[in-house]
């Protein structure tokens, strides 16, 4: 499926749901066209705002203006106002000093806070890293489901799916999720004592929207709010050089991304000419957002394969 049809799908949504009947068990989507035809005939659905303690990074803003949904079963937030992160620790005894800020993709209109954010933080959790989900601020959108997907068909269709870069003008929120992200990485590392963790081995991850913002943040931070290590998973980076200490960077993609497909490979090349440790992983089929769904091809062990590099790298042991 193109990416001009996934956007005309996406804005029409509201209008093809009372015309696809319900499934009383659907399958679970996978492909970009399946996830169209699944929310066709799921729409978002109002849920309560996460139960999961958060620390807020900013008094400014308020949680009040989020609007909560579920979506292919796991819970999107938008509207975010105030950045905030969401801690998940290691089992006791299990924790090895490394730690992650994980940045969930939607386009700077939502968040994916289950499959971008909280999931992979509970993987991570698993192998000792000390994780915390960033709801950053995003761009405001409609409270009415429709009115939204209607915003994100507009917004797609925008987008360019040869980009190489990150386009500067998609967002306003662009340079306000960089601040958060640049605040959480100071944020962690000031309380780095409270929860075990090395402040030299503390990093930032992203997937799409998020990995873009993980890669403004590995571009444009200080002594402070340097990421000792950044993954990008699907996402792009802005045009800027790349730092003389540029940290590590781990990135993802698949071949078949709809809409970051060439957005991967200048980040490496970049690292690459600037003498800085890089490492890709192009998968031959995974589409666009396959982080933790369990596609059915090689980009379900994107996983397996950044804590491998963690390990390369001797950021865990």
Do not use: C
């Not at 005309?8 to 989507?29: E, H, N, R, V």
């Not at 996460?50 to 008094?59: G, H, Q, R, V, Y």
């Not at 806070?113 to 960033?134: C, H, I, P, R, W």
């Amino acid at each position: 499926m193109n990416l001009a049809l996934i956007a005309t799908l996406a804005g029409s949504l509201l209008l093809a749901a009372p015309a696809i009947a319900q499934d009383s068990a659907p399958k679970k989507p996978k492909t970009m066209q399946e996830m169209t035809a699944y929310l066709a005939a799921n729409p978002p659905r109002p849920i309560s705002p996460a139960s999961e303690s958060s620390i807020p990074l900013s008094s400014a803003g308020s949680a009040g203006t989020e609007v909560w949904v579920e979506m292919f079963g796991h819970r999107v937030v938008r509207n975010v106002t105030q950045p905030a992160l969401y801690p998940v620790r290691p089992a006791p005894g299990k924790a090895n000093g490394a730690a992650v800020i994980i940045a969930p993709g939607g386009a700077f209109l939502s968040l994916a806070f289950d499959n971008e954010g909280l999931m992979v933080a509970k993987y991570l959790a698993e192998q000792g890293v000390t994780s915390f989900v960033l709801k950053y601020r995003l761009d405001t959108t409609p409270v009415e489901s429709g009115q939204f997907l209607k915003v994100v068909g507009e917004r797609m269709r925008g987008a360019d799916p040869r980009r190489t870069h990150r386009d500067a003008d998609e967002s306003r929120a662009i340079p306000l999720a960089q601040e958060d992200g640049l605040a959480a990485v100071r944020w962690v590392r000031a309380h780095a004592a409270d929860y075990g963790i090395d402040p030299a081995r503390i990093g930032i991850m992203g997937f799409s929207a998020g990995g873009m913002t993980a890669m403004n943040v590995a571009t444009a931070y200080d002594a402070a709010s340097r990421p000792d290590f950044v993954g990008v998973i699907y996402g792009a980076s802005p045009q800027r050089a790349v730092p003389k200490d540029a940290p590590p960077v781990f990135v993802a993609v698949a071949a078949d991304d709809g809409i970051m497909a060439y957005a991967s490979v200048p980040i490496f090349e970049a690292w690459r000419a600037a003498g800085r440790s890089a490492e890709l992983h192009v998968y031959s089929a995974g589409e666009h957002g396959f982080s933790m769904r369990n596609v059915g091809t090689s980009a379900d062990h994107w996983n397996e394969h950044f804590v491998q590099w963690l390990k390369g790298g001797k950021i865990i042991p």
